[in-house]
C-alpha cells in the first residue's frame, strides 16, 4: 500500500484507465441487460448517524475555522448553505439518472489511495496494482469515483493543472473498452463526462473537505491529549493544517465559481 499522493502522473493515468475499463464493462453489461444495477445501491448517505458525525460535524468544524483565517471571508455563507443542503444535493448524486442522455456506471464507491495494493519489482516501479474493497459499490453518475480520485488519489498538482487530461484519458480508455466489449451504440461524450462533474460538483466539495484534510495530516504529531478530546477538538487540529489551507486557498474560488456550494 502507497501511503503518499503518488506525484508520478504516468501511473496516475494508468490507474485512471483501470477505473475507465472497470465502469466501461458496467455500463456495457447494463445496456445489455446482463446485470441488475438496482441491487448495487450503497450510500455514505444511507446512514445518517454515520453521516452525521462524518460529515455535518466535519463541515461544521471546517466552517468555523474558514471564520477565522483571513481572507476567506466571502466563502463563509456559501459554506452554510451548502451544509444546509449537502445530504439532499448528495442523494441525488447516488441516485442512478434516468432517460435517453443518462451516465451510469457501477462505481467503486470509495475509491481512495488506502483501497489500492501495489506490486513493486526490484527496482521500486509499480508492477501491477489492483482495487479492493467493493463494499460500498454504487450504480450511479461516475463522477463518485472520479470526484473520489480527484481528492483521495490525484496528488495536488495533478488536479489542478492536469484535471482536464485526466477526464480525457477516462474518457478515451472508456470509449475504446466499449468498441472492444461490442457496444454499437452511440457512446458518452467528453462534453457528457465534463457535464457529470459540473452537476455532482457537490461530491467533490464533500471530499475535498471531509476526506482530503486526513491524507495531508501527519498523525504522527498528535498527542493523546488530541485523541481524548472528542471528535470535534481532533477535527479541529487536522484543519490547522497549512497544506491544507493552502489547497483550500485554490479550491475554494473554483467550488464557489462553478456553482458547487449553494
Known amino acids: 500500500m502507497i501511503k503518499k499522493l503518488p506525484d508520478d502522473f504516468e501511473l496516475t493515468k494508468r490507474i485512471i484507465k483501470r477505473l475507465s475499463k472497470y465502469h466501461a464493462a458496467a455500463f456495457y453489461l447494463e445496456s445489455e441487460q446482463k446485470i441488475d444495477s438496482s441491487q448495487f445501491n450503497s450510500s455514505l448517505y444511507a446512514n445518517k448517524a454515520i453521516a452525521e458525525t462524518m460529515f455535518n460535524e466535519t463541515l461544521e468544524v471546517f466552517i468555523e475555522k474558514v471564520e477565522s483565517w483571513e481572507g476567506f471571508e466571502k466563502f463563509v ?11 439532499e444535493r448528495g442523494l441525488k448524486s447516488y441516485t442512478p439518472s434516468s432517460g435517453p442522455f ?60 492536469r484535471y482536464d487530461e485526466l477526464l480525457k484519458v477516462y474518457h478515451e480508455q472508456f470509449v475504446e473498452a466499449l468498441k472492444k466489449f461490442g457496444y454499437i451504440k452511440a457512446p458518452p461524450t467528453l462534453l457528457d463526462l465534463q457535464v457529470e462533474m459540473m ?64
Open 77 to 87: 455563507e456559501p459554506l452554510k448553505n451548502y451544509r444546509k443542503n449537502y445530504m
Open 102 to 161: 443518462s451516465f451510469n456506471v457501477l462505481n467503486h464507491g470509495d475509491f481512495h489511495l488506502k483501497n489500492i495494493l501495489y506490486k513493486i519489482n526490484d527496482e521500486g516501479e509499480v508492477e501491477d496494482f489492483i482495487f479492493f474493497d467493493y463494499q460500498v459499490a454504487i450504480y450511479a453518475t461516475p463522477a463518485v469515483d472520479l470526484s473520489y480520485a480527484l481528492y483521495n488519489f490525484v496528488s495536488d498538482d495533478n488536479r489542478e493543472n
Open 199 to 262: 452537476k455532482n460538483g457537490n461530491v467533490q466539495v464533500l471530499l475535498g473537505v471531509c476526506f482530503y484534510p486526513f491524507l495531508l495530516f501527519d498523525f504522527s504529531t498528535l498527542t493523546a491529549e488530541d485523541v481524548t478530546a472528542g471528535p470535534k477538538a481532533f477535527k479541529t487540529k487536522i484543519f490547522e493544517s497549512e497544506n491544507f489551507k493552502e489547497v483550500m486557498r485554490r479550491e475554494l474560488p473554483k467550488f464557489l465559481h462553478k456553482g458547487y456550494l449553494k
